[in-house]
T-cell receptor, first 113, second 114 residues
Framework: QQQVKQSPQSLIVQKGGISIINCAYE??????FPWYQQFPGKGPALLIA?????SEKKEGRFTISFNKSAKQFSLHIMDSQPGDSATYFC????????????FGAGTILRVKS | DADVTQTPRNRITKTGKRIMLECSQT?????MYWYRQDPGLGLRLIYY???????NKGEISDGYSVSRQAQAKFSLSLESAIPNQTALYFC?????????????FGDGTRLSIL
């Protein structure tokens, strides 16, 4: 019940296209859903996060869409650029879980120029 | 994140050896975490610590131990390394503020056990 399922495992998108990565969870106690971006040789870094009281959050070209009833959330990268090529992890946690994150398996994104 | 430093960055060792991975941070955060990353499995929590006297097991603590020497230092030990502990290891920190706080990761230690 603590799992977060992420898909696809890998994704190739043309420059300027939209990249979409999906995640699903079971534990309805989760109340914070961050996305982390990881470049080769580096640690993950927080990209954007959402709480379930809103259905969408946008920061620049990055948007999280959240569907509470379906227990799903997704990351959309608009106008994808080669510099966005990285591994993306969704995660979840809840107040009272000690800020511990449950991560998805990760998606390797490659943006072709 | 240069504020979270992991040493060594790479390590190759043999089965049965004891290994220590070190993490130090200058962010002044109370909370520290150790994760391992495996392809197709994401990051899994090994141990976490909310202050020097508070250490807790995570999802996959078997075969590992930790020591919180100071607020800024958190080390991970493999008592007797085995090949399936070959992985990328990350240390992370977070603040103790209200609500959910972002975690800040080091650049990892790539560990290979032969």
């Amino acid at each position: 019940q603590q799992q977060v399922k992420q898909s696809p495992q890998s994704l190739i998108v043309q420059k300027g296209g939209i990249s979409i990565i999906n995640c699903a969870y079971e534990n309805t106690a989760f109340d914070y859903f961050p996305w982390y971006q990881q470049f080769p040789g580096k640690g993950p870094a927080l990209l954007i996060a959402i709480r379930p009281d809103v259905s969408e959050k946008k920061e620049g070209r990055f948007t999280i869409s959240f569907n509470k009833s379906a227990k799903q959330f997704s990351l959309h990268i608009m106008d994808s650029q080669p510099g966005d090529s990285a591994t993306y992890f969704c995660a979840a946690t809840y107040e009272g879980y000690g800020n511990k994150l449950v991560f998805g398996a990760g998606t390797i994104l490659r943006v072709k120029s | 994140d240069a504020d979270v430093t992991q040493t060594p960055r790479n390590r190759i060792t043999k089965t049965g050896k004891r290994i220590m991975l070190e993490c130090s941070q200058t962010k002044g955060h109370d909370r520290m975490y150790w994760y391992r990353q495996d392809p197709g499995l994401g990051l899994r929590l090994i141990y976490y610590s909310f202050d020097v006297k508070d250490i807790n097991k995570g999802e996959i603590s078997d075969g590992y131990s930790v020591s919180r020497q100071a607020q800024a230092k958190f080390s991970l030990s493999l008592e007797s390394a085995i090949p399936n502990q070959t992985a990328l290891y990350f240390c992370a920190t977070s603040d103790m503020g209200m609500g959910n706080q972002p975690q800040h990761f080091g650049d990892g230690t790539r560990l290979s056990i032969l």
